[in-house]
């Protein structure tokens, strides 16, 4: 049977329609090399890039320079290792999470805290220090540090009330708190709060900050952590306040240094 003039003209139609179909193909191909080309070019060139020096999982986008201790160092002690729980009052501090949900601090940033928290401590003169930690992690640390100024120290238990109560025969005063835990050392705390006493502290990610003058970020439930942070602070202390001591080693804070390794 013959085609009809209307069968022709639809058939007409559709073979338009294939051929605008291709060439619409055609240009949005075009379209898209041409942007990939520009992209291409905006990309730096990364064929001869050091991973070592542009990757550092664990700490600050930055690299600081001038640190008190190598960055590997503070990687090693664990300082920059915060918990699970985040609180409003530390989130500032925490750069990421890590893939085990354990938040990170930003690893440059505890530098400047430990060097501001040491020019905070030197205001101080050791015999108006009371230094208290309840936490075990934190013992080695702290007698060396208490030991080498002769600073007031409190650890397995402190007795709540000295600073409040002029009755008790251990009554005492204080210039400054000194805590390695807001939670672990709440009776300090409390304490200091009550007769308004400046307190210093080292706060982790769970801690909570109320009553705290000045905060020192970093993981307070390691032994290589607490011992890194005492040992600088031992170092910055005394040359802040010109005592002549010892030069102290980090192996006197924590336990077999030399062994350790970061934590990946």
């Given at each position: 049977m013959a085609?009809?003039?209307?069968?022709?003209?639809?058939e007409t139609k559709a073979?338009?329609?294939?051929?605008?179909?291709?060439?619409?193909?055609?240009?949005?191909l075009a379209k898209l090399l041409e942007k990939a080309k520009k992209l291409e070019s905006s990309v730096e060139d990364v064929k001869d890039v050091d991973l070592k020096?542009?990757?550092k999982p664990e700490t600050a986008?930055?690299?600081?320079?001038?640190?008190?201790?190598?960055?590997?160092?503070?990687?090693?002690?664990?300082?920059?290792?915060?918990?699970r729980v985040i609180t409003p009052d530390m989130r500032q501090y925490v750069y990421r999470r890590r893939a085990d949900g354990l938040a990170v601090f930003n690893?440059?940033?505890?530098d400047d805290k430990i060097r501001s928290a040491?020019?905070?401590?030197?205001?101080?003169?050791?015999?108006?220090?009371?230094?208290?930690?309840?936490?075990e992690a934190g013992w080695k640390a702290v007698k060396k540090f208490a030991e080498t100024f002769n600073i007031r120290l409190f650890t397995k238990k402190y007795p709540a009330g000295i600073l409040t109560n002029t009755n008790l025969e251990n009554f005492t005063e204080a210039e400054l708190i000194f805590i390695c835990d807001p939670?672990?050392?709440?009776?300090?705390?409390?304490?200091?709060r009550r007769v308004h006493t400046p307190v210093l502290s080292v706060c982790d990610t769970n801690n909570f900050t109320r009553g705290i003058d000045h905060i020192v970020p970093g993981n307070n439930k390691s032994a290589k952590s607490l011992g890194m942070i005492f040992y600088l602070l031992t170092?910055?202390?005394?040359?802040?306040?010109?005592i002549k001591i010892e030069s102290p080693k980090i192996q006197e804070y924590v336990d077999d240094w030399d062994n350790l390794q970061a934590p990946k």
């Open positions: 085609k009809t003039k209307k069968t022709d003209d639809v073979e338009v329609a294939v051929v605008e179909t291709k060439e619409d193909k055609k240009a949005k020096k542009k990757v986008e930055d690299e600081k320079e001038n640190t008190l201790v190598p960055m590997e160092d503070y990687l090693k002690a664990s300082i920059h290792l915060g918990t690893t440059a940033m505890l040491a020019e905070y401590l030197s205001k101080f003169a050791p015999e108006n220090i009371i230094l208290v930690c309840k936490r939670w672990l050392d709440k009776n300090a705390l409390e304490d200091a170092k910055l202390y005394a040359e802040n306040r010109k």
